[in-house]
């Protein structure tokens, strides 16, 4: 009888755990959805591309103004509609839907290029939190 109680007490810690998780996982995604919270966070490559076309001749009137906090920002928001539309494509007309008071529409297609270009050399998605599934 001892041996049924304890596997009973295991049995219940187990299915407590199994919904923590997936509460907690829940919650992660809520959290990565927000669109008040800019999860992304520019890596090297970002950088490199940044400086770059912050340096070049042929955008040079289109990005004045442009900062990392509004490269992070569209970056962030156009992660978060790829994951809620399943999809890395967007017309121009959803870009300025999506990009309302982000900056810029010239400087939002450019970013715009740039995130899809990064997502069709990683074959996935750029925040971390958008890479995972239910499964893990």
């Not at 076309?53 to 962030?76: A, H, P, Q, V």
């Not at 995130?115 to 939190?129: S, V």
Request: aromatic share 12%; hydrophobic share 35%; proline share 2%.
């Amino acid at each position: 009888a001892s041996d049924y109680g304890f596997e009973e007490e295991a049995r219940e810690y187990s299915v407590a755990q199994t919904t923590r998780r997936f509460l907690q996982l829940e919650t992660d995604f809520e959290m990565a959805l927000d669109p008040s919270r800019v999860l992304y966070d520019m890596d090297s490559e970002d950088e490199q591309w940044f400086s770059n076309i912050r340096n070049s001749e042929m955008y040079n009137g289109d990005l004045n103004g442009i900062t990392e906090e509004m490269f992070e920002k569209t970056m962030d928001l156009l992660e978060k509609a790829a994951f809620a539309k399943l999809r890395d494509q967007f017309t121009p007309n959803e870009i300025e839907e999506l990009m309302l008071n982000v900056g810029p529409l010239c400087i939002v297609k450019i970013i715009y290029d740039h995130w899809h270009q990064r997502r069709q050399k990683k074959g996935m998605a750029l925040i971390r939190h958008f890479q995972t599934s239910f499964a893990d």
